[in-house]
């Protein structure tokens, strides 16, 4: 896993777990509060997590995709608030994620054409598509290769007992569908919020506080 920190001077800290094969500038537009620092965390070719924050006051996490479940496996420090957002803590699950026969698919069938069409179908609009492009973009050896991995760690997931606070759901989600999402957010004590948006969505956003 890497790890970017933006800011080392605040006594807070966002958290943000981004999703498979997205450049972390992504986020590059949005706001931090003041006195805070923001952790991004990408690249789960690993899932090692070794960074101290044992200085922050308050912790938030945001964490997008299957940066939901990543975050799980690895965070176990107390948090001011958790935000999901198009992810669930099952992202292979015919219920609750990416149906298994799509996610086996997209790893069996991934080429550089067909990553390009999973980057079109998150944006869901030309005007996010352009957001997106505009970004420096990772290395696909890299990206399938982080795939490949994903799908090895899943198996071995932890139990989910993760306290989520917010999910966010695009409802013009096309990776993980917006039915799934509802029905595993619907049994977790956590206040859910619908957002005319595909499963990239950071666009509409201004600041990271509207995140948290």
Request: net charge negative; proline share 4%; hydrophobic share 40%.
């Given at each position: ?101 799509i996610f086996d698919g997209t790893l069996a069938s991934l080429d550089a054409d067909n990553y390009q069409k999973f980057v079109r179908r998150i944006c869901g609009n030309r005007t996010n598509l352009q957001h997106y492009l505009a970004h420096p973009q990772r290395d696909f050896v890299e ?70």
């Amino acid at each position: 896993m890497k790890t970017t920190f933006i800011n080392q001077q605040g006594e807070h800290l966002i958290l943000y777990f981004a999703g498979w094969g997205a450049p972390i500038e992504l986020v590059s537009h949005l706001i931090l509060p003041e006195n805070h620092d923001l952790l991004i965390c990408s690249d789960y070719r690993n899932l090692d997590f070794n960074v101290d924050l044992t200085h922050y006051q308050n912790m938030y996490l945001v964490a997008w995709s299957m940066g939901v479940w990543v975050a799980e496996q690895v965070i176990d420090f107390k948090l001011k608030s958790a935000t999901a957002i198009n992810g669930t803590s099952h992202p292979r699950h015919n219920q609750w994620g990416i149906p298994e026969v799509i996610f086996d698919g997209t790893l069996a069938s991934l080429d550089a054409d067909n990553y390009q069409k999973f980057v079109r179908r998150i944006c869901g609009n030309r005007t996010n598509l352009q957001h997106y492009l505009a970004h420096p973009q990772r290395d696909f050896v890299e990206i399938k290769q982080e795939l490949e991995c994903l799908a090895k760690f899943l198996p071995s997931s932890k139990p989910s007992q993760f306290s989520w606070t917010k999910a966010i759901i695009g409802e013009q989600d096309r990776i993980f569908p917006v039915d799934n999402q509802l029905d595993f957010w619907q049994q977790k004590n956590v206040s859910i919020h619908l957002l005319e948006a595909p499963h990239y969505l950071f666009v509409q956003y201004q600041s990271w506080n509207e995140l948290c």
